[in-house]
């Protein structure tokens, strides 16, 4: 099945600070989401971006299909920012639809 | 809009009892999913139904059935529960499954066995 590994696993940022979260899946895709997991669990869609780049406030994120990944930059991060970010990828599979998850990203921001 | 709905939202159940989580699609869409997220793990595919009948399998165990009912809804079933099973299940929808249209999740219902 289709590989999505996140990077870095695990990243620690000042308040105010900027950080990119990449994405790499390793066969061709429908769609993309990025998520951002809160300490109550819940998933948070942030973007659906199957190509190109779009943006929310501090949040923008770009994919690259043809080169098989996708980045999500936080820009002036704060501690609100705090959870784990994960990729989700959508593919045809059977002629149905799946969805597999990303490894993750585990962020956290101090004061 | 309209989202979709898993209930409970928290269980709690004893070793070897059975739990039963439920799930309400958006309207109109006729893919159910369930995923499983163990503790610092990413979620995990179990299983999918199109239009009733189960369209896809991931790594779901044999002591969990799921099934899509007439209105759409969907429901896993877990058995004998173990300690593991402990996690938060996700169900998702989408709209005409085999044409690639977006997939939302619901918020999820946290289990805990013990």
């Known amino acids: 099945g289709i590989q999505v590994e996140q990077s870095p696993p695990d990243l620690i940022l000042q308040e105010g600070a900027n950080s990119t979260l990449r994405c790499n899946f390793s066969?061709?895709?429908?769609?993309l989401q990025w998520f951002h997991q809160n300490p109550w669990g819940q998933l948070i869609n942030l973007f659906y971006i199957p190509s190109g780049t779009k943006q929310n406030g501090r949040l923008s994120a770009t994919t690259v299909a043809t080169e098989r990944y996708s980045l999500l930059y936080i820009s002036s991060s704060q501690t609100t920012d705090s959870g784990v970010y994960f990729c989700?990828?959508?593919?045809?599979?059977?002629?149905?639809?799946?969805?597999?998850f990303g490894t993750g990203t585990k962020l956290q921001v101090i004061p | 809009a309209a989202g979709v709905i898993q209930s409970p939202r928290h269980l709690i159940k004893e070793k070897r009892e059975t739990a039963t989580l439920k799930c309400y699609p958006i309207?109109?869409?006729?893919?159910v999913y369930w995923y499983q997220q163990g503790p610092g793990q990413d979620p995990q595919f179990l299983i999918s139904f199109y239009e009733k009948m189960q369209s896809d399998k991931g790594s779901i165990p044999d002591r969990f059935s799921a099934q899509q009912f007439s209105d759409y809804h969907s429901e896993l079933n877990m058995s004998s529960l173990e300690l593991g099973d402990s996690a938060l299940y996700f169900c998702?929808?989408?709209?005409?499954?085999?044409?690639?249209?977006?997939?939302?999740f619901g918020e999820g219902s946290w289990l805990t066995v013990v």
């Open positions: 998702a929808s989408s709209l005409n499954s085999a044409i690639g249209n977006t997939i939302y």
């Open positions: 066969d061709s895709v429908n769609n």
């Open positions: 309207p109109r869409h006729d893919t």
């Open positions: 989700a990828v959508e593919q045809n599979s059977g002629g149905y639809q799946k969805v597999t």
